[in-house]
């Protein structure tokens, strides 16, 4: 009789168990065990082969994880770009950027039933929606979300998630969806200096480099256009802009720390309900006072308001959930990549000027983005990686040098007959 037994690998590098199955032979038929070679041999093959099974499922993994990456930076991409235009052809026919801020953070709500959704398709214990928001209420303290937190810790950054909407949106009614685009980039630059400042985050010279880089390409983006009134204004707005979410950004870390998926899932949720409850009567004042005025609501685009709410909750799901399945850095390009996507669509669309001064100023601000997605630690690895080259090339000068001296006296005894040659 043949029995079958599993028998579970020791963890590998991976660290991933490896389920092998292994025939056991009953006492009807002996073997001889193998000789102390071809038992090494044995086990250096299976260990191989373990090594090279785990080393596949390790590449996989990274295959997958970078085409999400792929998939995550596209969908940014393609949200942030897009509800940008769409802002802009909103404002042909609605001219309401406060309204359409209001209108989109409304959408925020969706947040937390979205993530129960995916917890209950997702995890193995499965919780009802009272148990997980009880849970995730614990981000704001031990006693939860009571009045007094909802005022201290929440209503401060939804005053801040208004401002930044409200200021990049009405800096697309000024200047163009590139110039918005790239300049609202400059945040994490400004993020960067506010870490340093009040974080007390370590200090870093390249990203120093970085926020000069962005400062430098604000002057010379102002400097396009001449100086004109218009054109600084929208600069000045969308500079705002970035300042707000640097702030809203630093806040967050210094006042409430790290949020797992679903305690940031929730407090985008209670920004919403902030927004419903405190920010409602500025529309109805502006509506009243004639400032964002629409003479009925029969000539409302209702679809560009719904289009650009829907691509805004994308791009926020996106940017909050991706690190989910890819990397964070992949995410930040997105947004970069945005800007070429915004020129490409200003070109065709408007009148914009494309002269050297913009495009020397686009490329710095691109730059310096770049530069402040460089890990804390690069020098590290760049030097490391020198000192690797280095002792390489050590190597292979001794091993060229031996070759080449020991050659020559191999060659010489080959060529010379020996004196056994002649005696016969």
Excluded at 310 to 319: D, K, M, P, R, V
């Amino acid at each position: 009789m043949k029995k079958h037994s599993a028998r579970v690998a020791p963890l590998s590098a991976c660290n991933s168990p490896v389920l092998t199955l292994t025939k056991v032979e009953g006492d009807e038929r002996s073997r001889e065990s193998p000789a102390p070679a071809e038992a090494q041999m044995q086990a250096g093959a299976e260990g191989g082969g373990r090594v090279s099974r785990c080393c596949w499922k390790c590449s996989v993994t990274q295959l997958k994880k970078i085409f999400w990456g792929v998939a995550v930076v596209l969908g940014v991409c393609s949200s942030w770009s897009g509800s940008t235009q769409l802002a802009k052809l909103t404002f042909k026919k609605f001219d309401a950027p406060f309204t359409l801020t209001w209108f989109a953070t409304n959408w925020n709500f969706l947040f937390f039933p979205l993530y129960y959704l995916g917890h209950v398709f997702k995890s193995a214990e499965k919780q009802s929606p009272k148990q997980r928001y009880r849970e995730c209420c614990r981000f704001f303290g031990d006693n939860g979300l009571t009045l007094k937190v909802f005022f201290t810790k929440a209503a401060p950054f939804g005053v801040l998630w208004t401002l930044t909407n409200y200021l990049y949106l009405h800096a697309i009614k000024k200047i163009n969806t590139t110039d918005v685009s790239v300049l609202f980039c400059c945040n994490k630059a400004f993020v960067f200096l506010l870490s340093w400042i009040v974080l007390r985050d370590r200090f870093m010279g390249v990203r120093i480099v970085a926020a000069i880089f962005a400062i430098a390409g604000i002057v010379m983006m102002t400097y396009a256009d001449g100086f004109h009134s218009h054109s600084v204004i929208g600069i000045a707005l969308v500079v705002g802009s970035a300042s707000m979410s640097a702030l809203y950004k630093v806040l967050f870390k210094l006042l409430l720390g790290s949020a797992k998926f679903g305690e940031a899932a929730l407090f985008l949720s209670v920004l919403a309900v902030f927004n419903v409850l405190f920010v409602t009567c500025i529309p109805v004042i502006l509506y009243f006072t004639k400032v964002e005025y629409w003479s009925s609501f029969d000539i409302v685009p209702w679809g560009n308001l719904c289009g650009f709410s829907i691509l805004l909750l994308t791009f926020n799901i996106l940017l909050n959930f991706g690190i989910a399945i890819t990397y964070p850095t992949l995410i930040s390009l997105g947004i970069v990549l945005s800007v070429p996507v915004n020129a490409v669509v200003d070109h065709y669309t408007s009148e914009i000027v494309f002269n050297s001064v913009r495009v020397i100023a686009i490329v710095i601000i691109g730059l310096g983005f770049l530069l402040l997605l460089l890990p804390e630690e690069w020098d590290v690895w760049v030097i490391k990686l020198l000192t690797r080259l280095k002792v390489r090339k050590k190597e292979e000068l001794p091993e060229g040098n031996g070759d080449v001296t020991s050659g020559l006296p191999n060659k010489s005894r080959r060529t010379r007959p020996s004196m056994s040659s002649f005696a016969h």
